[in-house]
């Protein structure tokens, strides 16, 4: 995966409550094999018409939020079953940030193990922030170092982030590259493990 360190990007609102997975990426879309292209998929029931052109009252369809890389999402976002594809899709579509005030627990967990930041906030901090971007797309600027949001009015809202993550995403591992960093220990250990099996 790619480090995420900073990120600069317009950010979008998607204010509803209760997201679920389903939503997100749509069962009939789960049978694809690879892990690419469900960005199309994203939000298919909401963002598409009857005869799959876009549907104009849903929020992301607004040319304002075209190119937002940072989405701020509504309540329990990612809900509902723990399919990975949920983030994929969110991924493709061109999400690298999502903030929000609470997260279903294992979409939190699976948009980390798949190089994206989802960020809690204090519900009153989520509403101030997500009522300057309602009805437009501006920049904000994330750094995962410092754990900071910055406004486009320079504005800065500190989050908290647990560590393991934090290292994984500023280093771009995942878990098979945490893993690796591990290999000489692993060998060695395979070496003696051998031995062990000859007595």
């Not at 940030?97 to 190089?115: E, T």
């Not at 290292?167 to 003696?192: A, R």
């Amino acid at each position: 995966m790619e480090p995420l360190k900073t990120h600069t990007g317009n950010a979008a609102v998607l204010n509803r409550i209760n997201v679920d997975t389903d939503q997100i990426i749509p069962k009939q879309f789960l049978k694809r094999i690879e892990r690419t292209g469900y960005g199309r998929f994203a939000f298919f029931d909401w963002r598409y018409l009857a005869d799959g052109t876009p549907n104009p009252e849903f929020e992301l369809n607004r040319p304002e939020y075209e190119g937002a890389s940072i989405l701020i999402a509504g309540e329990n976002f990612g809900c509902g079953s723990s399919r990975e594809h949920a983030p994929w899709a969110l991924d493709d579509y061109g999400f690298k940030i999502i903030i929000a005030p609470s997260f279903a627990d294992i979409f939190h967990q699976n948009c980390f193990k798949n190089g994206m930041l989802p960020i809690r906030l204090p519900y009153d901090t989520w509403k101030e922030l997500a009522a300057q971007y309602e009805h437009q797309s501006l920049p904000l600027t994330v750094d995962l170092e410092k754990q900071t949001i910055t406004d486009h009015g320079g504005k800065q809202i500190a989050f908290d982030v647990d560590p393991h993550w934090k290292e994984m995403l500023l280093n771009g591992y995942d878990e098979i590259s945490l893993t690796l960093l591990l290999e000489d220990e692993i060998e060695q250990f395979e070496k003696q493990r051998s031995s062990w099996l000859q007595i």
